[in-house]
């Protein structure tokens, strides 16, 4: 079974509207993180936001918001008054199997297979 | 700047070579992971390290290799098993909220 899963494989969306990017995971871990990620045609991955399992609030960073869904097992992206450079490929991702010691994070990290969102005028 | 380093960006290999790639960071994190990523595809786990002399196999492990000698460093090796290298490949180390990615190299076999 897939850690990670992406159904959306192409989204558009007008300038200035909202869109949300699904995202489903499954694990049996208590602990555990969700990352969401966009990636430009140059190649680089741009951290946008993260949830961390025991997070109540769903996590914010400016136009990006983190849908949390735990009984679902659900982190879909929203993205608010979308901007031309928003279009990019997404990549949703989960850290498992976490551990802290000496105060650094250890665990697989999962990627699903991204959402190619692009933004017309 | 607190960051992690791959080089080259960019590569080329002939057929039967072994080419390594280099990924260096100063975060001071233990985790450290390679990806590959094949075009309008996501990233496949390689190869992870989660301590300085230990490695695990990730999903496509096969074809490839790594050391882990020192904390900063974890460079991953295309041997000529691998039969389809041309790829772009991700080095990333985790933090406790991110995950940090190097710029990724670009293999082509010529």
């Known amino acids: 079974a897939q850690k990670i899963t992406q159904t959306q494989p192409g989204m558009f969306v007008q300038e200035k509207e909202a869109v949300t990017l699904d995202c489903t995971y499954d694990?049996?871990?208590?602990?555990?993180?969700l990352f969401w990620y966009k990636q430009p045609s140059s190649g680089e991955m741009i951290f946008l936001i993260y949830?961390?399992?025991?997070?109540?609030q769903n996590a914010t960073e400016g136009r990006y918001s983190l849908n949390f869904q735990k009984a679902r097992k659900s982190a879909n992206l929203v993205i608010s008054a979308s901007q031309l450079g928003d279009s990019a490929m997404y990549f949703c991702a989960m850290r498992e199997g976490a551990l802290t010691i000496r105060g650094s994070t250890l665990g697989r990290l999962y990627f699903g297979r991204g959402t190619q969102l692009t933004v017309w005028p | 700047d607190g960051g992690i380093t791959q080089s080259p960006k960019y590569l080329f290999r002939k057929e039967g070579q072994n080419v390594t790639l280099s990924c260096e960071q100063n975060?001071?994190?233990?985790?450290m992971y390679w990806y590959r990523q094949d075009p309008g595809q996501g990233l496949r786990l390689i190869y992870y390290s989660q301590i300085v002399n230990d490695f695990q196999k990730g999903d496509i492990a096969e074809g490839y290799s790594v050391s882990r000698e020192k904390k900063e460093s974890f460079p991953l090796t295309v041997t000529s098993a691998q039969k389809n290298p041309t790829a772009f490949y991700l080095c990333?180390?985790?933090?406790?909220?991110?995950?940090?990615f190097g710029q990724g190299t670009r293999l082509t076999v010529v």
């Open positions: 975060l001071n994190h233990d985790a």
């Open positions: 949830q961390g399992s025991y997070d109540e």
């Open positions: 990333a180390c985790l933090g406790s909220s991110e995950a940090f």
């Open positions: 694990t049996s871990d208590q602990s555990y993180g």
